[in-house]
């Protein structure tokens, strides 16, 4: 198992971190929980993690003088940061100064997941992290990244596989995607699927499960309980009104 410290002076989002962490099934484990940078600082060095979930800003160290901090004394602990999307330009610049990558607040657990497994690929590979290409909004590139997503959304396109495809980290790949859009990855997927939906639901000839499974969902289901969350009414209601 791979251990994890988290430091956030929000406690309820190391609490929300910590229970997506728990249910990725990932073999990662949360040890520890600091409410501040200098915590932090101490619980590492005490503990020996191998990652550090860390808040950008936080009192006591923020989060780029508490990783300055353990990289002037050669600790091995990977940096995954978190911040508002006001302050994700602090965090690209922590990836170059050698951060493993870092999260949008609120965190997504798709997101979160990528980055976890993404480490674990690293970890069995004895690899180094990928090098970010330097890749901006309105870059060529994104949108050839936002064409791909347009083509594949409705197949098991993960946003880890599109990151390690144009050599971008999790996190930066995530901002350019909701810059582009206007919506986070995950809400992007969703809209696309939930509009293809509602107008195969036009067609009477097929039935609710053939839809699910046409717009990407094969857990019928759990393709309702989206349905229902993005439109306030399940699937066959919304047939019956049109």
Known sequence: MYKIVIADDEVWVGVGIKK??????????????????????????????ELLISDIRMPGLNGIELMKKLVEEENPVKVIFISGYAQFEYAQEACRMGAFDYLLKPVEEESLNAILERFCR???????PVVETEIGAGDPRIRKIISEINLRYT??????????????????????????????????????RMED??????????????????????????????????????????????
């Open 20 to 49: 997506m962490i728990g249910r990725s099934g990932l073999p990662f484990e949360v040890i520890a929980e600091a409410p501040n940078g200098i915590r932090a600082y101490e619980q590492v060095k005490e503990l020996g993690p």
């Open 122 to 128: 690293l970890r069995e590979n004895q690899a180094q």
């Open 197 to 242: 939906a509602k107008r195969l639901l036009q067609k009477e000839e097929l039935s609710l499960e053939e839809i699910s499974d046409m717009v990407g969902y094969h857990d019928y289901f759990y393709f309702t309980k989206v349905f229902k969350k993005y439109t306030g009414i399940s699937p066959s209601v919304y047939r019956k009104k049109r």
């Open 155 to 192: 197949q098991k396109l993960s946003l880890g596989e599109l990151a390690d495809r144009y050599g971008l980290s999790i996190g930066h790949l995530s901002t350019l995607i909701k810059k582009e859009t206007g919506m986070s990855y995950s809400e992007y997927i969703t809209g696309k």
